[in-house]
């Protein structure tokens, strides 16, 4: 079983059944032996385009949320002391506050990313798209 954490775009691409995933990171996504993983980063990140209006959503963050959980089996990852002290040990590659939060995540939860952000790379992160 491999832990997956999954980006922001990931997730919201995931559950569209977009052809932005590519068929590696959508295999994988699909293989129910994987533990996926939707930081609670992603969800306040989500939040914040909504109230700025640069993300509408089918239905409901909530319900978006369950039936991700129900359908696919996603996990919500907490954010945790050890998450955030890991912050300052990062190189600063990435300005993203959402971007850095998630990468200390996989680090510390020794979890693959699943983004497209080459910039993510950069870090000592398996990064899979």
């Known amino acids: 079983m491999n832990k997956l954490l999954l ?34 980063v992603s969800i306040w990140e989500i939040v914040i385009k909504l109230q700025l209006g640069k993300l509408k959503l089918q239905y409901s963050l909530t319900e978006l949320i369950e039936s991700q959980k129900q359908i696919n089996h996603i996990d919500i990852l907490p954010i945790t002391l050890d998450h955030v002290l890991a912050l ?40 899979i798209w």
């Open 7 to 40: 980006d922001t775009h990931t997730f919201l691409w995931m559950d569209l059944e977009s052809n932005q995933l590519l068929s590696r990171a959508k295999s994988l996504l699909q293989e129910r032996s994987n533990r996926l993983l939707v930081s609670v």
């Open 88 to 127: 300052p040990k990062l190189p600063n590659h990435h300005k993203d506050p959402f971007d850095r939060l998630l990468i200390a995540q996989a680090i510390v939860e020794q979890a693959a990313l699943i983004s497209n952000d080459a910039l993510l790379a950069k870090y000592s992160v398996e990064v």
